[in-house]
């Protein structure tokens, strides 16, 4: 089955991302073509509407468009994909081949092994010995996942951005195991993020951290011994919504899903040239999920790893013995960065 013709997308299955949607009104609004792809017509005076309601249109769009997934994720066949999410995927195919020909070239393997020699530890998973000092003597470059680790996914509020927005829990039904299709359906988020930016960035405006974070954060841009950096599936807008409410956010190094761009997916990878382009630096992983795992096929570069308790990084790292530093609270992850945060 081909998804391209309005007439087939607009077939909505129970298992819809949008729970209280009605099926008779989407049916009524979805009744415009954009390119090869049925998108919702939403009307050029965005003046008239408040960021809600212009969520919930993008929402309805984005629903419409995610619906083609739920025959792919059955057969794995991208021919029941409209043809621009396909374009869109290979373009993130070959961005993300490019990053792992950089790290995997034999000038690379040198530097990375410059990186990894300055850990003294029995092996590339145990906690460095000398990991104090390095922290004293060397640049240290302290990276953090975003949602559910800087996010607070139990402060989670009413407004529609935080059930709505990519990267929230409705959508990852389309995801695949372990986000596994993220690429596939970030194709289709990213035609939204292009038309209303607006949208997305009140979603990083208005998103819940996790408390003490700010103040940890700000901390951390105010030492000039530490880069802070996020390496996130979220989206650009939506982190420069974030970032605008940090004093000295624009100093963090952001690695999010841009235009025909999902390299920061690769974790893994992403360490690894962070490594390459300083390896004298010490580098530090805040997670909480499962799916900051890749970052582990980094280790060798990596000095700490640090995961909030009980969660999947936490518990995957502790099964497959890997050394970490679990958190609790911002309190305990400050203590584990070994900073003091004046009262």
């Not at 909505?12 to 390119?35: K, R, V, W, Y």
């Not at 769009?61 to 083609?68: A, E, Y």
């Not at 850990?119 to 004293?136: S, W």
């Not at 951290?209 to 979220?234: S, Y």
């Amino acid at each position: 089955m081909n998804v391209d013709s309005a007439n087939e997308v607009l077939h909505f299955p129970d298992e819809g991302i949008i729970q209280n949607s009605n099926p008779t009104s989407l049916n009524t609004i979805a009744t415009h073509n954009h390119g090869d792809h049925p998108l919702i017509d939403i009307p050029d005076d965005l003046n008239s509407f408040s960021v809600p309601e212009l969520t919930r249109y993008v929402a309805l769009g984005v629903d419409m468009n995610l619906h083609g997934f739920d025959a792919f994720l059955r057969s794995n066949d991208e021919s029941n994909l409209p043809s621009f999410v396909i374009e869109k995927v290979r373009e993130y195919e070959k961005g993300l081949l490019e990053l792992r020909e950089y790290v995997s070239s034999s000038e690379a393997q040198e530097k990375l092994e410059e990186a990894s020699s300055k850990y003294i530890r029995e092996d590339i998973y145990a906690l460095p010995e000398n990991i104090t000092q390095l922290r004293k003597d060397n640049k240290r470059k302290i990276f953090f996942d975003f949602d559910g680790t800087i996010s607070d996914p139990s402060r989670r509020g009413d407004s529609p951005t935080d059930s709505f927005l990519a990267g929230s829990d409705p959508i990852d039904y389309y995801l695949g195991h372990e986000r596994s299709k993220f690429k596939y359906a970030a194709a289709v988020w990213e035609e939204e993020m292009n038309r209303h930016p607006e949208i997305f960035r009140a979603g990083g405006e208005q998103t819940q951290l996790r408390e003490g974070m700010m103040q940890l954060l700000e901390t951390l841009l105010g030492d000039p011994n530490c880069e802070v950096g996020i390496l996130t599936t979220n989206f650009l807008p939506f982190m420069e919504g974030f970032l605008s409410r940090i004093k000295g956010g624009e100093k963090i190094k952001l690695f999010c899903v841009r235009n025909n761009d999902i390299q920061s997916t690769a974790k893994g990878d992403l360490l690894k040239k962070i490594a390459i382009d300083d390896p004298a630096a010490v580098i530090e992983y805040i997670g909480d999920g499962a799916t900051d795992m890749p970052t582990v096929e980094a280790a060798s570069v990596v000095g700490v790893y640090h995961s909030v308790e009980g969660l999947g990084f936490d518990v995957r790292l502790s099964e497959k013995s890997i050394a970490h530093l679990p958190f609790k609270d911002v309190s305990q992850l400050t203590q584990n960065l070994g900073l003091t945060i004046a009262a």
